[in-house]
């Protein structure tokens, strides 16, 4: 299980109530097939910032109750009348991805924080109001486990963010622990990689944590639901320190045996 803010959607989930199939996948098509214009292909910057561009201009048409041009936007069009679903954070999030395509460091940790309150948080609060949740103490929870979440993905892809030309962790941290670039581009894990990647696992599990009582207040399936993508970033953290921090030549990912202990700490969460 990759520990990213969409793969984390619980498109397919047996835990996911029924009634809220469509709407999330309505969301998770919106999300990863502009994610994709961001991400994937040969566009140039210019191509995608347009294309992102026009989505932003397709949920200007679903804003006004016009009819929006192709099939996601027309799906996603029924399910924010049906849900009342809110359209800022489906804009939270094209602001991200126009930031990926123009964006490749980030100088300190506020930065990166900001970049997760429009690129993870928003995919949280949609799912709230979804679930009928609207309380300003969960949101703010799902903005930690999402951020985290967020986090965790950059920490297990560093080579993969690499060969996009892109580094997650900030500057200022490269800096303290006396990690450059040339070792990211070499694979190179010794002491100092180490220590700098502790150091951003500590503060990943420390955030997810301070967002973990969320899981327990949500009833029902849902709160199972995120129990288990809880347990599944935190898990992902075990694994890249099991790997002696070396993300560089086995991205850390979770098996069936780990699904049973996710399982098994998820029953054992306690306020």
């Given at each position: ?244 921090h070396d993300v560089f030549r086995r991205r850390p990912s979770l098996g069936r ?5 996710m399982l098994g700490r998820a029953m054992r969460m306690r306020a």
């Amino acid at each position: 299980m990759p520990v990213d803010h969409y793969e984390n959607f619980p498109v397919a989930s047996i835990l996911l109530p029924r009634r809220l199939r469509p709407p999330v996948e309505a969301i998770y098509a919106f999300a990863r097939s502009a994610d994709d214009i961001a991400d994937e292909g040969d566009a140039s910057p210019a191509q995608r910032l347009a294309s992102l561009q026009e989505y932003d201009a397709q949920l200007d048409v679903i804003a006004a109750g016009g009819a929006p041009q192709g099939p996601i936007f027309a799906r996603l069009a029924q399910m924010v009348a049906a849900c009342a679903l809110p359209l800022q954070p489906m804009r939270d999030l094209l602001s991200a991805f126009r930031q990926d395509v123009v964006t490749v460091r980030y100088a300190d940790f506020d930065l990166l924080l900001d970049y997760c309150r429009r690129s993870a948080n928003p995919v949280g609060a949609l799912m709230l109001h979804l679930y009928g949740v609207h309380d300003a103490a969960s949101l703010k929870q799902s903005d930690a486990v999402c951020s985290a979440l967020q986090l965790i993905n950059f920490w297990q892809d560093v080579a993969v963010d690499w060969a996009k030309g892109r580094i997650y962790i900030p500057l200022e941290d490269l800096a303290r622990f006396g990690v450059t670039e040339t070792q990211i581009a070499d694979g190179v894990v010794d002491g100092r990689w180490r220590a700098l990647m502790q150091f951003e696992i500590d503060r990943a599990r420390a955030l997810m944590l301070s967002g973990a009582p969320l899981a327990l207040r949500l009833p029902g399936r849902v709160g199972w639901e995120l129990r288990l993508v809880i347990q599944g970033g935190l898990r992902i953290l075990e694994r890249i320190e099991q790997a002696d921090h070396d993300v560089f030549r086995r991205r850390p990912s979770l098996g069936r045996a780990d699904w049973l202990a996710m399982l098994g700490r998820a029953m054992r969460m306690r306020a």
